[in-house]
């Protein structure tokens, strides 16, 4: 039977029909209605965040998140804004500063964890930089102290992309206080889903006015129209099956510690291979297993491991590869050196983790890999 890098985590679907008879029963679909409410509520006592905002998916809740933060027209006065971001990441990060006529501004990552390295942000700062939006990697939190010290003494905001870290805690602090905002995903293919989804919590209750306009054309009554917004509210229906995700979520995290801690008692110490280590300040989800492969010490390199897999019909996935500053859409307005994170990219793998992995499984990719 394949084995592909991450499975869907579902709820009953006895709970789920549960949840939905009330709106086969009241026809009340969409437009933020009693499930949206409930599911607002109880999403931001689990994250623990004073204000939260649902959206369609997470890509839309970024570019909205932006524009919210009044980035973009921020831009435009500086004829041509700059944001400070990441190379390493899903390219919907990237994407979402483009589409809002900014620029991104690529800083290198850290060997130790994947983020971006707070040590190298400064040097980049200019009179057009805007904002920095940072990604947590793998469920690896970035330097938050340090970013916000940055920020201030620049005046920039932060708004960081938090879709690997939904639900974790930094020294106990719920990630999605840091920064001025935080966009989180709930994809199928994320710890916690939605099917699509996507949220932002944020702190100042400002934000929540210009979120819910650009969510919803600028809506605020039958006859009341204040902004020019789009179209990217959750419905009722994936907000009910976020609510029986969100039941669910103690035993999910813990089905993939045990496929975490197995691949981490199997493949630690092995010459050639590298693991991220984990910091004792953060709650962690067990979102993905990344392993470095360095072929001089381990005789195979990433591309030869992804093949054997495959052949044996596991999927895992070159994650994230390539850097976005290699794509052909980026590598020739980005001009930035970023060596880490490019040899990084080339050298990665995530292997398959999810709530139901078996650790009979991991056993045999672990067993392939060391062969």
Do not use: W
Request: charged share 25%; glycine share 8%; proline share 4%.
């Amino acid at each position: 039977m394949a084995i592909y890098v991450t499975r869907s985590s579902m709820p009953d679907i006895n709970d789920y029909i549960e949840e939905i008879k009330p709106i086969f029963e009241s026809r009340i679909l969409t437009n933020m209605g009693p499930v949206y409410k409930r599911f607002q509520s109880q999403l931001m006592a689990y994250l623990d965040v004073p204000e939260l905002s649902l959206f369609a998916n997470g890509h839309l809740a970024l570019e909205m998140a932006i524009q919210a933060l009044g980035l973009k027209e921020r831009g435009e006065q500086l004829g041509g804004g700059e944001v400070i971001t990441t190379p390493f990441t899903f390219v919907s990060t990237t994407h979402a500063i483009a589409r809002n006529n900014l620029k991104p501004v690529f800083c290198d990552i850290r060997r130790s964890d994947y983020c971006i390295d707070p040590d190298k942000i400064e040097a980049l700062i200019t009179d057009k930089t805007v904002a920095i939006i940072p990604v947590h990697v793998y469920g690896n939190i970035c330097d938050v102290n340090k970013i916000e010290n940055i920020a201030e003494r620049h005046n920039l905001k932060v708004i960081y992309d938090g879709a690997h870290a939904f639900g974790e805690t930094y020294n106990g602090v719920g990630v999605g206080n840091f920064g001025d905002a935080t966009m989180f995903s709930f994809h199928a293919t994320k710890v916690f889903n939605t099917v699509e989804g996507g949220a932002v919590a944020f702190r100042d209750k400002r934000y929540g006015v210009p979120l819910h306009e650009l969510k919803n054309f600028g809506i605020h009554g039958p006859e009341t129209i204040t902004a020019i917004g789009g179209n990217a509210k959750m419905d009722e229906f994936r907000a009910a099956l976020g609510i029986c995700n969100l039941k669910r979520m103690d035993a999910c995290i813990a089905g993939r510690k045990a496929a975490y801690d197995r691949y981490m008692q199997r493949l630690s110490g092995v010459d050639g291979i590298v693991l991220s280590q984990q910091k004792p300040e953060i709650d962690y989800n067990y979102s993905y297993f990344a392993v470095y492969f360095d072929k001089e010490k381990f005789g195979k390199s990433r591309d030869d491991v992804f093949a054997m897999l495959k052949e044996e019909n596991i999927y895992a996935r070159k994650y994230f590869y390539p850097a976005i500053n290699d794509l052909k859409c980026y590598r020739d307005i980005c001009t930035e050196q970023t060596p880490v994170a490019h040899d990084v990219s080339l050298n990665i793998l995530t292997l398959p983790l999810y709530e139901e992995l078996d650790v009979s499984d991991v056993d045999r990719i672990c067993d392939i890999i060391l062969r």
